[in-house]
């Protein structure tokens, strides 16, 4: 057995841990008490609701994948249809296990708080919940990319293929991980298309209905669209970015490896003697392995929350899990990175030795966090930005949204900074290399950062199951604290899915331009040619029109729910002598959401192979960095002022406002920003990312085929 196959196996053996510890907190949040009856009901008719969902969905996705699957396996390379079929199956079950674990979580943390009346103990339920989603997310990331590897004899870099098409040749094994990343990216495109209309639809008519028309309390159960809105927090908050996580982590994966393969061709053909295969394995494995630290570093940042006491600030309770998390990833990759790397040749581009690649890790690492203090400054409750926000709402609508829009563009430039600066330092001192690992650093401790960011909807379904059951007002005070600081973990988690998806998507560039360059080739993409200036405005453009395709979808879809729910809410509802129609607002959420993903997911998948078939490799690479540098900040800004908008609901909600509590013109301002906030946050900010991810992963998996065949060659 070789070394490397003996070192993805250890790994292997800590994602097993990893997912029997999932296993062990999914069946101990099964067995804690769901609380009253009408808790029990509720929370089922969520459960049901959001299952029903899914299954409609994915009978979608199913048909796309399948029609996917075929054409890889019988015109790019026999197997790839297979590790295609591999991705999608593992971002799938983590999307519905996720989903699930929170369906089950909510209700729970919800009657914990009821029951203790402690804000650390109930902090600790919906951790709970949160963690089976973000170690599920790098778990099974890991276990289907490492059955790849075992499976079909792991990486060569002189493989060839003739592949399926005539005259096509493909490195094989470069192209089963690029075709499993892309099964990944394809699941996770429609998740978060499909779950951000289906959640904003129901949450806006949701408010727009109880604040706006009938002054009724938020999550108040006489409202039809109440129980969509819950449901929809699981569909997108919890399956929509578990499946959007996976994908960023298996991507830049896959683009470490084949810039591995690229950096070993070249070396080679302008005769660097002294690289040898065991440079090359070097460079293989160290992204699997710096992978398994990060999933260690997360078993014990999040294991030690579940046993330790935690206090009455959840904030603190949820940063350090993911401190310690993070330092024990820089930890234990140091001591990888050493090991691997100390006693093979290493390329000219690793300026600084074996600690090139280790640095490297380490500048993702603090621009994630970093990314994450910088959005909680402009998105919490406890900064100036969203409170001078919450002030201007006294003013009215026009002084809200204009105030913050200026809070969101002004939250771009220090993200994009920090950005720039890991991407600067990781090239100069680890060449392509570097920067594709401080990409996976930024992900390697995903599980941590997604089981805070889990705590989020979590928390804000169980504030909302405590108001629509009547619960004490000592209880509605714990969930809306919860609520409060997950609405910022969600805002944190958004950030850090952003800028992972900026450093994950210039890593996927980085290897697409190596793949079409040649093996003799250094990997240049010439701005000076018409071509790739051509590709780049339109993939800036294609970024607008992909937002205003999703805008559209949402607003549409809320009004037509909000029309019908108000059918519903006769005066017989409103004194609470009947029930409204839950069901029949569900199944419209659902019908809605799934209309209207299919447009703007196949866009996504189409562009590189018709830009490529029509005009070439570096028309479609112009296209990649276009729509990547007007995605990422406009991204950031979506999801910055969104969360700020909603927070600043929230303070006025809390009574931080002097004089201007809830129902209060200041107030009814401020539910127009979050109207607007929340198509924002919750649908373009977050599908952006995917959208540039996509297309890359897609540019990477057809380049063989672009290449050889386009009317311009």
Not at 237 to 249: H, K, P, Q, R
């Given at each position: 057995m070789s070394f490397l196959t003996t070192s993805w196996l250890i790994v292997l053996g800590v994602v097993v841990l990893a997912l029997a510890y999932v296993a062990y907190n999914y069946f101990r949040i099964k067995k804690m008490p769901e609380g009253t009856a009408e808790m029990i009901e509720l929370s089922g008719i969520i459960r049901s609701g959001a299952q029903t969902f899914l299954k409609t969905e994915f009978k979608s996705i199913t048909a796309v994948v399948a029609v996917v699957a075929v054409v890889f396996t019988l015109f790019v390379e026999k197997t790839s249809g297979i590790t295609f079929l591999m991705g999608a199956l593992m971002s799938s079950i983590v999307c519905v296990l996720g989903m699930q674990s929170a369906t089950y979580a909510n209700v729970r943390t919800s009657n914990k708080a009821r029951e203790s009346l402690s804000i650390g103990e109930t902090v600790k339920v919906a951790l709970c919940g949160g963690s089976i989603s973000g170690l599920a997310v790098q778990g099974f990331g890991m276990l289907g990319f490492i059955a790849v590897l075992l499976c079909f004899g792991g990486v060569q870099h002189d493989a060839s293929s003739t592949g399926l098409v005539a005259g096509l040749t493909c490195n094989p094994y470069i192209m089963r991980i690029s075709?499993?990343?892309?099964?990944?990216?394809?699941?996770?495109?429609?998740?978060?298309?499909?779950?951000?209309?289906?959640?904003?639809?129901?949450?806006?008519?949701?408010?727009?209905?109880?604040?706006?028309?009938?002054?009724?309390?938020?999550?108040?159960?006489?409202?039809?669209?109440?129980?969509?809105?819950?449901?929809?927090?699981?569909?997108?908050?919890?399956?929509?970015?578990?499946?959007?996580?996976?994908?960023?982590?298996?991507?830049?994966?896959?683009?470490?490896?084949?810039?591995?393969?690229?950096?070993?061709?070249?070396?080679?053909?302008?005769?660097?003697?002294?690289?040898?295969?065991?440079?090359?394995?070097?460079?293989?494995?160290?992204?699997?392995?710096?992978?398994?630290?990060?999933?260690?570093?997360?078993?014990?940042?999040?294991?030690?929350?579940?046993?330790?006491?935690?206090?009455?600030?959840?904030?603190?309770?949820?940063?350090?899990?993911?401190?310690?998390?993070?330092?024990?990833?820089?930890?234990?990759?140091?001591?990888?990175?050493?090991?691997?790397?100390?006693?093979?040749?290493?390329?000219?581009?690793?300026?600084?030795?074996w600690a090139s690649p280790w640095i490297s890790s380490i500048m993702g690492i603090v621009s994630g966090i970093a990314i994450g203090i910088i959005t909680e400054y402009y998105t919490s409750t406890d900064h100036k930005p969203t409170q001078k926000i919450a002030e201007m709402c006294t003013e009215g609508e026009a002084f809200v949204v204009t105030k913050g829009d200026a809070v969101g563009s002004r939250s771009v430039l220090l993200p994009v900074l920090v950005i720039i600066i890991a991407l600067i330092v990781s090239g100069i001192i680890g060449g392509s290399y570097g920067i594709a690992i401080s990409a996976l650093g930024m992900l390697a401790f995903v599980g941590a950062t997604v089981s805070i960011d889990a705590f989020g909807p979590i928390a804000d379904n169980a504030g909302g199951l405590a108001e629509a059951c009547h619960l004490d007002p000592d209880v509605r005070k714990i969930t809306d604290k919860l609520d409060a600081v997950g609405n910022t973990t969600a805002a944190i988690g958004k950030g850090f899915a952003i800028g992972s998806a900026a450093f994950a998507t210039v890593s996927l560039i980085m290897a697409y331009v190596g793949s079409y360059s040649g093996d003799a080739a250094v990997p240049v993409l010439n701005f000076a040619t018409f071509f790739v200036v051509a590709g780049g405005i339109l993939g800036g453009a294609l970024v607008e029109y992909f937002s205003a395709i999703l805008t559209d979808n949402t607003i549409d879809a809320a009004k037509i729910m909000a029309d019908v729910g108000d059918k519903q809410m006769t005066q017989e509802v409103l004194d609470g002598k009947a029930k409204p129609d839950y069901n029949m607002m569900i199944a419209m959420a659902a019908k809605e959401a799934i209309r209207r993903m299919v447009l703007p997911s196949v866009l996504a998948l189409l562009i590189p192979v018709i830009g490529g078939f029509l005009l070439g490799p570096e028309f479609v690479g112009g296209i990649l960095v276009g729509a990547t540098i007007v995605a990422i900040p406009r991204a950031i800004f979506m999801g910055n002022s969104g969360g700020a908008f909603d927070n600043a609901k929230k303070y006025i909600e809390q009574g931080m406002l002097e004089g201007h509590g809830k129902g209060s013109p200041a107030h009814k301002a401020a539910v127009t920003g979050d109207t607007i906030g929340d198509t924002r946050k919750d649908v373009v900010g977050v599908a952006l990312d995917i959208f540039i991810k996509l297309m890359s992963t897609v540019a990477n998996t057809i380049t063989p085929i672009i290449s050889r065949y386009h009317i311009f060659k």
């Open positions: 075709t499993y990343s892309l099964g990944c990216s394809i699941v996770a495109m429609f998740n978060r298309v499909a779950g951000g209309n289906y959640t904003k639809a129901a949450d806006i008519s949701s408010d727009i209905l109880g604040k706006l028309r009938h002054d009724l309390p938020e999550d108040d159960s006489r409202i039809p669209n109440t129980i969509a809105d819950f449901i929809g927090d699981n569909v997108n908050d919890i399956a929509g970015n578990c499946s959007d996580l996976l994908e960023s982590f298996v991507a830049t994966m896959s683009a470490s490896i084949m810039i591995s393969v690229t950096l070993f061709k070249t070396a080679l053909a302008e005769g660097e003697t002294q690289i040898t295969d065991a440079t090359f394995n070097a460079t293989v494995l160290f992204p699997i392995i710096l992978a398994g630290c990060g999933l260690v570093g997360c078993l014990i940042g999040l294991g030690l929350a579940n046993i330790k006491k935690m206090g009455d600030n959840p904030s603190k309770e949820l940063d350090l899990s993911t401190w310690i998390s993070a330092g024990c990833t820089v930890v234990f990759g140091g001591i990888a990175a050493y090991f691997i790397f100390k006693d093979v040749p290493l390329y000219t581009e690793f300026k600084l030795g």
